[in-house]
C-alpha cells in the first residue's frame, strides 16, 4: 500500500512538474558599457528582468522551486516574488543586478549562482563549474566569493556590493567569467546554471531555500540543470 503511495506520488508530481513548471531560459543581455556596481539599479531599468515566483506545492517543506518569469513591470509584489534578477555580460563578465524581499534582513542571507560555461548536464561536479556566492554581509568569510567547485578553492569577487532597501535587499556584482573559460564571452552561449537563494537567521541557520533548477524534475534527476542564454 505504502509504496502504491509513493507511485501515485511521483506520478502526480511529474505530472504537476510537466504542466506548471516548466522554467524559461534565463535572459542575460549583451552590453557594451559595463554597469556601475552602486547598489541603485539605474542601469538595469531598461532591460526586462525575470521575477521568481514563491508558489510552490506546500508539501516541499521549506524548498520552493522559483518559477521564472519575464516581465517588463518595475517592482513585482512580495506575494508574486520573492526576488527579481537582472543579468548583463560583455566579452569579460557576466553581471548580476537582484532585488531581493526579506522582511528580517540577517547578514548570513545569501544568493548562490551555479554556472558551467559549457552548457554541460551532469550529476558530477566537473573541472569550470563554478559557484558564486553573496551574502547580505559581503565581509563575510565566504560572503563574496566564486568557488571552483571541482578544486573547491575559492577567490573574493572584487566588484560587488549589497544594500539595504525598505522591503529588504539588493546586490550588484561582476562575476569574471573569462577567467574560467580562457576566452571571451560570445553570443547565443548557452550555458547551464543553477540559483539558490537562501533566507538565514541571525546564527546563520537556514529558515527557508527558494529555488531555481531545471524544472521541478531537478528534485528527482540531480543532473537537470537550468540554462541561461547570453543574448545579444
Known sequence: ???CLIVLVLCTYGTF?????QPQILPAYYTKRAPSIDGELKEWQHITPVYLSSTSPSWLQGFRVW?????NEAIIPNQFSSAQLWFMWDQKNLYVAARIWEEEISKHSRLNIYLDPWGRRSNKVMPGQVCCRIAYATSLRDGAVIEDLSTRKTTRLLEVVTVPWN?????EATIPLNVVLGSPLLPEREMTCDITLEKMNEVGSR???LSYFGGMEHWLK????GSMLLSE
Open 167 to 171: 522591503e529588504g535587499w539588493i546586490i
Open 17 to 21: 512538474a510537466q504542466e506548471y513548471f
Open 207 to 209: 529558515k527557508s531555500a
Open 1 to 3: 500500500m505504502v509504496g
Open 222 to 225: 540531480s543532473y537537470a540543470w
Open 67 to 71: 518559477e521564472p518569469k519575464v516581465t
